[in-house]
């Protein structure tokens, strides 16, 4: 009896409901541009006339720069901490480069130039641009639940909010995505482009605002930094 009552004293306090909830909105925007990124990604760049080939090398350019960042972020965060700080600047630089992609090629107004070559440029680089911001974000995110609590119940419990606003992020973006399609007609080659715009900026938008509670609601877990000495 006595082992019992100290087993008890010793299990770390689940995590409140509001405090898992409130956790689950972090992986908002990743979700909801992640969604529209690989759906809608290189429809959007054929149908604005670059080549599958130099939409391919977009894409791929972008999963290049994701497979080293995560790799590069997750050893950061292990050493400094900061989870919230590597949080925002991931989402700040994933909000800013989305849009970027999806608003147009940058350096074909400035130059005046549709060369394909600078689109590939641009779009690539805006591409590797979000994928780091993306990774940071990810990262940063799922190692906070072993900071925030102990028990192992609410761990399970906030990856599986986390999971749960992946599906209502893919849902909210084919939402847009039909009320966009729906409600305009694209007879040109700019009408095309304006609707993408609308569903990547709504998109964004919806995910910063999810985002934003994270960050009001959500404290910096405490965090033992790791040695560099391994």
Not at 86 to 106: D, M, R, T
Not at 127 to 142: D, E, K, L, P, Y
């Amino acid at each position: 009896m006595v082992n019992d009552i100290r087993d008890d004293d010793s299990c770390p306090k689940p995590v409140g409901r509001s405090s898992v909830f409130y956790y689950g909105f972090g992986h908002m925007l990743n979700d909801i541009t992640a969604a529209c990124w690989f759906t809608y990604l290189l429809l959007f760049l054929t149908e604005i006339g670059l080549s599958p080939r130099d939409a391919a090398i977009t894409m791929l350019a972008g999963q290049i720069a994701d497979g080293f960042a995560t790799v590069f972020a997750g050893e950061l965060i292990d050493r400094f901490g900061h989870f919230k700080v590597w949080h925002g600047a991931g989402s700040i630089l994933a909000a800013i480069s989305f849009s970027s992609v999806f608003g147009g090629c940058l350096p074909c107004k400035i130059l005046a130039s549709r060369s394909p070559i600078i689109e590939t440029i641009s779009y690539s680089t805006s591409a590797a641009i979000f994928n780091v911001g993306w990774a940071a974000t990810q990262v940063s995110h799922m190692s906070m639940v072993n900071c925030i609590s102990l028990n192992s119940t609410s761990r399970v419990v906030m990856t599986s909010c986390r999971n749960a606003f992946t599906m209502v992020a893919n849902l909210s973006l084919y939402a847009v995505a039909l009320v966009v399609f729906s409600t305009t007609k694209a007879t040109t080659h700019s009408d095309i482009e304006n609707q993408y715009h609308w569903i990547a900026y709504t998109s964004i938008f919806i995910g910063c605002c999810f985002v934003g509670i994270f960050h009001l609601r959500t404290k910096e877990p405490s965090y033992a930094r790791i040695s560099w000495a391994y």
